[in-house]
């Protein structure tokens, strides 16, 4: 069964959209110009911040024009990120290995002083 989570985003912090998995997003500008949107897999204590510290970004500054919409179909890489039993990794050069990461969720935003409807197909 399809699950819709709808958010009205403003300003440029993040916001954390949990852990379900994402099989897609719309970003609608309801903006009067042009703006910009970010998806990141981070630490939960990004939620109500800007700082991107050891995020990872998965869409960086993609621009949505006015009166547009961007349409993103993940094609299975986010949709089990969070199930019970998988892991999310990142890289540590200092020891050369992945190391799983713990307390990171799916945060969002759009940039400064901007506003959008998102809606997640999950």
Do not use: W
Not at 62 to 81: A, C, R
Not at 84 to 91: D, E, I, L, P, R
């Amino acid at each position: 069964m399809a699950r819709i989570d709808t958010i009205s985003l403003s300003g440029n912090e993040f916001v954390n959209v949990g852990l379900a998995g994402i099989d897609g997003l719309n970003v609608c500008n309801t903006d009067t110009e042009d703006i910009t949107f970010d998806l990141i897999i981070g630490p939960t204590l990004l939620d109500k911040k800007t700082d991107t510290t050891d995020a990872i970004f998965i869409l960086k500054e993609i621009p949505v024009p006015v009166g547009s919409t961007f349409v993103f179909d993940d094609n299975g890489v986010l949709s089990g990120s969070f199930n019970q039993g998988s892991k999310v990794t990142k890289y540590e050069s200092r020891r050369r290995t992945f190391l799983q990461q713990k307390n990171f969720t799916f945060l969002i935003r759009v940039g400064s002083g901007h506003v959008a409807d998102v809606i997640l197909r999950r």
